[in-house]
């Protein structure tokens, strides 16, 4: 299965951007990027998903590179409850149905 | 609508006994999947379920093992526990396709 690497740590202040970078070189053609975050004691929760082009929503927006072996989630603004581990994920297509393959996750944390 | 429900939240065992995790998903949800989150290993796919099939498997032994009713509830059992059961496990259900997933909050089992 391919992988993601992410940075195990970052840091950011608040109200500025974040930018969260993953690689995922074995990336598959079929294989879509996901990124999720996860709170202490809590479920993941999506944040993001796209394919090849960049995506934006309510929450964040996701730049793929062209050659689709990186990917960039970027929040606008960081505010002290986006502070959690963010899990950049390919969801890969098997059998009509599909399986999150996680790597080891960013922790970000949020200075006031 | 209601989020993905897991119960127990919490379950102590002993090894060797065997356990039964249940996960009720979004209304309207067919897909299934379980995830086993540890500190070691982080989170690990375990299988899929929809339609009351299992469409995807991970890489766990036989001990582990699910299925899924007709309304689309499912069940995770693992027979014969050992030590490196003890995890987080989570229960994330979607309509279907390469979308979001959502979470449980996760079954939280403790084997001694």
């Known amino acids: 299965d391919a992988k993601t690497t992410q940075p195990n740590s970052m840091e950011s202040n608040e109200e500025e951007p974040v930018h969260l970078p993953c690689n995922h070189s074995t990336i598959s053609g079929t294989d879509y990027i996901h990124w999720y975050r996860q709170l202490p004691s809590q479920g993941p929760e999506y944040v993001i998903h796209?394919?090849?082009s960049n995506v934006n929503n309510r929450m964040a927006s996701l730049a793929i590179a062209e050659d689709r072996k990186s990917s960039t989630l970027i929040l606008h603004r960081a505010t002290l409850r986006d502070a959690a581990v963010y899990y950049c994920i390919l969801f890969m297509i098997y059998n009509q149905g599909g399986k999150l393959i996680f790597g080891q996750g960013t922790e970000l944390s949020v200075k006031p | 609508k209601a989020g993905v429900t897991q119960t127990p939240r919490y379950l102590i065992k002993t090894r060797g006994q065997q356990v039964t995790l249940s996960c009720s998903p979004i209304s309207g949800h067919r897909s299934v999947s379980w995830y086993q989150q540890t500190p070691g290993q982080g989170l690990q796919f375990l299988f899929e379920y929809f339609s009351e099939t299992q469409r995807n498997k991970g890489n766990f032994p036989g001990r582990f093992s699910g299925r899924q009713f007709s309304n689309s509830r499912s069940e995770m059992n693992v027979s014969t526990l050992e030590l490196g059961d003890s995890a987080l496990y989570l229960c994330a259900s979607t309509s279907g396709g390469t979308g979001e997933l959502f979470f449980g909050e996760g079954s939280r089992l403790t084997v001694l």
């Open positions: 796209g394919l090849t």
